[in-house]
């Protein structure tokens, strides 16, 4: 039994106390009590070892400090939280490989809503900058209206200085292209679904990137689903808060987070279940949501989420139903996003397409892609963020062909951006195979 259940007397450690009261990490988190993850932290540093930020940056203290010291520290004296919780990546490493189960992301994500609400200046050029990275849907929605125009101004070398003179965004990298025709205004004019049943229903969290930058993988999900007989529909979504997370902007998550989750929960009780094409968007409804918020419903929402491929796994014979099929021959580099490592999804793009005829797949390994959604995008950050990619570039240049494979699509971008090469979804060559 850990001294978290039965936390010792303080003045005579080797005596248990039954009861305690319980001792908040962050005053404002009401509803949170962290002590017993804090407490089961026995100091192994096995999340150091793990940490992508920390390899690269002797000056990042790590998750150790970031999560159960600063606890500690919170707990012993008003200490003030540390500016390097701004340095974590979010990519929830940490979490993974924890002997003990600390909340580690979770203590992460607190800490930073607190620095950002108490120590970083509203009209900052980093806050202003993180403000808006967070929100990228909010830009998109404006973007996507006059697509080719936003896609023009973006990519010019002006545009490039000013964001990152102004703003502090990388002009090292290309900005996304918005789709001439956002995933959501396909879904409308096919009319929504098309097939109905009341036995196979799911909800699709297509996220922001599927939605204004990458309507084929959201069309592959609903085309692949409908071939297996799943009715499916497409509620009224916001972000899924992923970047918000990452860079302390907790209101907006919850915000965005409120709507979301009133929007699906009512569908469970239909029978549908909920899945994502994006694994980071999978990851915050299913641990971060009722990690952080107390929502009507969250649990029903966390509960009932999938990541696509995995949902398909679980209830379709997949690989049955590739046996006969072929695709037209390709050499994929795969790369297991952070969020799908931490769900146990890393090697199931890899165990479903290594037998399926024209395609060979390779795993270019456990490394980080570096890029962890808006941490790349950052002018500060942009170098780290390269050198947290190197083992993933070089593994990737060292296997068969030039294609990459990933299910997160700012992993996506970083591979492009240091390989060259085109990367594809999954869900974009089961599609194929099934057509």
């Known amino acids: ?29 009401d509803e949170m009590d962290l002590r017993p993850g804090a407490d089961n932290c026995y100091k192994c540093t096995t999340c150091d070892s793990a940490c992508p930020v920390a390899e690269v940056d002797d000056e990042f203290p790590g998750p150790k400090f970031q999560g ?54 509203k009209l900052s050029r980093e806050y202003v900058r993180n403000r808006i990275l967070a929100n990228y849907r909010t830009m998109a929605e404006l973007g996507s209206k006059v697509p080719r125009l936003t896609n023009f101004v973006m990519g010019l070398g002006v545009t490039k200085l000013f964001n990152e003179k102004v ?7 290309e900005f996304p292209e918005f789709a001439a025709q956002t995933f959501r205004e ?28 990458t309507p084929e993988v959201g069309k592959a999900l609903v085309r692949v689903f409908e071939k297996f007989g799943y009715e499916v529909v497409v509620p ?46 999978s990851m915050s409804l299913k641990q ?7 929502l009507d419903g969250i649990e029903d929402v966390s509960a009932h989420t999938y990541e696509a491929m995995e949902y398909l796994r679980i209830h379709e014979d997949l690989e049955g139903a590739l046996a006969d099929s072929s695709v037209p021959e390709q050499s994929y580099a795969y790369h297991a996003p952070c969020h799908a490592r931490n769900q146990g999804l890393d ?45 993933m570039f070089e593994h990737m240049h060292h296997a068969a062909g030039e294609v990459g494979m990933t299910e997160c699509p700012t992993c996506s971008m970083q591979m ?14 089961l599609e194929e195979a099934m057509a």
């Open 288 to 294: 971060e949501y009722p990690e952080l918020f107390d």
């Open 416 to 429: 492009e951006h240091g390989t060259g090469y085109e990367i594809r979804h999954p869900l974009q060559v």
């Open 236 to 281: 009224v979504q916001r972000c899924s808060g992923t970047p918000m997370f990452a860079n302390g902007m907790l209101d907006d998550a919850k915000r965005a987070a409120g709507i979301n989750v009133e929007n699906f929960s009512g569908l469970i009780a239909d029978g549908y279940d909920i899945v994502a094409s994006c694994t980071s968007c």
């Open 186 to 213: 396909w879904w409308n004019e096919r009319g929504g679904p098309q097939v109905r049943d009341e036995q196979k229903r799911v909800a699709y969290f297509h996220g922001c990137y599927s939605n204004y930058n």
């Open 68 to 121: 159960p010291e600063q606890w500690r520290l919170k707990r012993k004296s008003d200490e003030d939280i540390d500016a390097s919780v701004m340095d974590c990546s979010n990519c929830m490493r940490c979490d993974d490989v924890c002997p003990s189960s600390v909340p580690l992301s979770q203590m992460h994500n607190t800490a930073r809503g607190e620095f950002v609400d108490e120590r970083m200046e």
């Open 347 to 391: 090697r199931q793009a890899v165990e479903l397409f290594r037998e399926l005829d024209g395609v060979e797949i390779e795993d270019v390994g456990p490394s980080c892609s570096g890029i962890s959604g808006t941490y790349g995008w950052k002018e500060e950050k942009y170098e780290k963020s390269m050198k947290i990619g190197e083992e």
């Open 167 to 173: 703003l502090g965004v990388t002009s090292e990298r």
């Open 1 to 29: 039994m850990s001294d978290a259940e039965h936390p010792a007397d303080e003045s005579n450690p080797n005596v248990a106390q039954d009861d305690f009261e319980p001792v908040q990490v962050f005053p404002e988190a």
